[in-house]
């Protein structure tokens, strides 16, 4: 790990101020799960460390059944796994939070941080870069061991899916994230908060060097039904294959709107408005499922060796659409 400078400020305004204008400067450190492997690997090398985890503001969770939902992006995977507020006005929330990767992992990382995190693409942990490219410019995805890599969204340049596990639901849920810089506070969908990134320079998040997520907003549910479902090879410390998430609104046993929301499987988190479109209007049935989930991969396309995950996102959502039809998570 290369030497840098460190700084712990107690309030947001002093955490921007001693980020700077490009990724190189600096770099926020609040769980330190992701970032501190990149560094040690040498894939990140920041001239300066900000601990922003003395700021108090971004701690907390505020729930309720009519009020919806704030967490606080320093609050821990396994604070929201465990909140009885939670767990008894978003029993969705609390039980994909409890799914995460394991205990050591859930106690440290944040949640500010599993929206943040960087891919997981062992191309660009071996510092291939973001795109993954060698020496003539030439991907080294397509060609290369993809198993693991974007079925959807994945036309090139980028090919690695998106890591977070949280983003799908929250963007099913219609969750918005707050963010805080040296203009002021902003506010955006979770669903645009990621981008796909068209240069080695670009970002895969909505985020300018010098700003930080302080929150995130959940909406009421209102009565809608919701549910997640994730396929991977083992239940705990591994990566989801394919992971759906669903929120449903029902009207005379029918669905009256849907919002379906995949992840794992492109750059992004991947909402699929054709899925969506094969449930609204129709009674929740082991056909209309199956209708969702073939709907859902509409578009997809394998690479060498990441066939296999096309048949788990269909799988994912067929069954994300079945609990959720049952009332979702207790």
Wanted: charged share 25%; glycine share 10%.
């Amino acid at each position: 790990m290369r030497a840098f400078e460190y700084a712990s400020p107690a309030t947001k305004e002093q955490a921007v101020s001693l980020l700077g204008s490009n990724w190189a400067d600096a770099d926020v450190l609040a769980g330190g799960t992701d970032l501190l492997a990149l560094m040690k690997d040498d894939v990140v090398k920041p001239k300066r460390l900000v601990n922003i985890k003395d700021i108090k503001e971004l701690r907390g969770i505020t729930a309720g059944s009519s009020r919806g939902l704030r967490i606080g992006a320093l609050v821990t995977i396994q604070e929201l796994a465990d909140n009885p507020q939670v767990v008894r006005a978003f029993p969705v929330i609390a039980k994909a939070a409890g799914e995460i990767a394991g205990p050591q992992i859930r106690n440290m990382a944040t949640v500010g941080g599993n929206l943040c995190q960087r891919p997981r693409c062992w191309y660009y942990r071996a510092g291939f870069g973001l795109l993954a490219k060698d020496e003539s410019g030439e991907s080294l995805v397509p060609t290369g061991d993809n198993r693991y890599h974007a079925i959807l969204g994945n036309a090139g340049p980028a090919y690695f899916v998106s890591p977070s596990t949280l983003a799908p639901l929250f963007i099913a849920l219609g969750a918005t994230v707050r963010i805080f810089g040296p203009n002021g506070k902003r506010e955006i969908p979770v669903e645009k908060f990621f981008v796909i990134p068209q240069t080695e320079t670009d970002r895969e998040h909505d985020l300018k060097p010098n700003e930080i997520v302080t929150e995130i907003v959940v909406p009421p549910l209102g009565g809608a039904r919701s549910a997640t479902y994730e396929v991977r090879q083992k239940d705990a410390m591994d990566w989801p294959l394919a992971f759906a998430s669903e929120v449903l609104k029902m009207s005379g046993g029918k669905v009256s709107a849907a919002r379906v929301v995949m992840g794992h499987v492109a750059p992004i988190p991947w909402r699929s408005k054709e899925a969506e479109a094969a449930l609204v209007g129709k009674a929740i049935s082991e056909e209309t499922a199956k209708a969702a989930g073939d709907a859902a991969v509409t578009g997809a396309k394998s690479l060498s060796g990441n066939g296999y995950k096309i048949q788990l996102a269909k799988v994912a959502v067929k069954r994300a659409v079945v609990e959720a039809a049952k009332g979702g998570a207790k």
